[in-house]
C-alpha cells in the first residue's frame, strides 16, 4: 500500500468535464493549468519524493489517445520524472463503474517496473477514486524496491461518491 496521499481538489462536475475534455477531446493545453495546480498542492504538504512517477496506460489506450495525461500532468512539477519506469503490461478495461473489489481484480498484476528503484517516489495521475490504482502501483514499486510511495493527484473522488460508485455497480439491493 501506499505510505501518503493528497488531492488537489475534489472531483466536481466542473473538474470531471475539465479532465474529460483533455482525456478525451484532445484539448492538451489544459494539462498546464492541471499540472500548476498540483504543483501547488506538493509543495504545500509534506512530500519527500524527489522522484515523479505518472501513472501509465497500457500502450494501446496511449496510441489511442496519443498522450498520458498524467504525464503531462507531472510535467509541471519540476521535479525528475520517470515516465517509462513502470509499465503498465495488462490492458485493463476502464474502471469507471467497478466496485472496489472489482477494481482489485482489475488490476491484479496489471503494472510492471522496468528499472532500479530506491528511495521514496511519487505516483502522479489526474484522479483518485479508492486507491485501487495507487495501492497496486504502490506494491510493485515496493517489490522492485521503493522504500516509500507517496501518491498525488489532482482530483480525489469523495468517499460517498466513491461508494454510489460501487452500489451502482452491485445493481438494486435485494432484502
Known sequence: MFDFARSALLFTNTLREIIHHLKYADRVSLAKPL???LKECRDREPFTGDLVIP???????????GFNQAELIAARLGLRTAGRLLRRRKSTPSQTGLTRSQ????????FEVRGEVTGTVIVVDDVYTTGSTMNEIARTLKR???ERVEVLTVARV???RAE????????PRTQ
Open 55 to 65: 501513472v501509465p496506460l497500457h500502450s494501446a489506450r496511449e496510441r489511442a489517445r
Open 35 to 37: 499540472g500548476d495546480i
Open 164 to 171: 454510489e460508485t460501487e452500489a451502482s455497480a452491485a445493481g
Open 144 to 146: 522492485a524496491g521503493a
Open 103 to 110: 477494481r482489485q481484480r482489475n488490476l491484479a498484476g496489471a
Open 158 to 160: 469523495p468517499s460517498y
